[in-house]
Nanobody, 123 residues
Framework: QVHFVESGGGLVQPGGSLRLSCVAS????????IGWFRQAPGKEREGISC????????YYADSVKGRFTISRDTAKNTVYLQMNRLEPEDTAVYYC????????????????WGQGTQVTVSS
């Protein structure tokens, strides 16, 4: 079973940027997609972006479209999420997982969630 470790979060002012990394413990070539998810305090976990195996197909939830960019370095078994023009509403713990959803999800859909990385957008 491949596990994923998220990093790159932090405290940033509104309008700022962060780049998150999702590193897999093994090859991700068996997965057709890798997705980024987030869970804000008191809210359900939601999928916000995902990328296909080759990196040629990318998908975004409306809430992040035009501000976030997902990319993939297959050689490094890493998926990135470049987040620009951050807003207080982006404050959440961010996770990655080997599937794609752009809606609210049930945490039970995937049994191997990592620790996530905290993103806090505040002045």
């Amino acid at each position: 079973q491949v596990h994923f470790v998220e990093s790159g979060g932090g405290l940033v002012q509104p309008g700022g940027s962060l780049r998150l990394s999702c590193v897999a413990s093994g090859s991700t070539s068996d997965y057709t997609a890798i997705g980024w998810f987030r869970q804000a305090p008191g809210k359900e976990r939601e999928g916000i972006s995902c990328i296909g195996q080759s990196g040629g197909l990318t998908y975004y939830a409306d809430s992040v479209k035009g501000r976030f960019t997902i990319s993939r370095d297959t050689a490094k078994n890493t998926v990135y999420l470049q987040m620009n023009r951050l807003e207080p509403e982006d404050t959440a713990v961010y996770y990655c997982a080997p599937y794609c959803r752009l809606t609210v999800i049930s945490v039970s859909e995937y049994p191997h969630w990592g620790q996530g990385t905290q993103v806090t957008v505040s002045s």
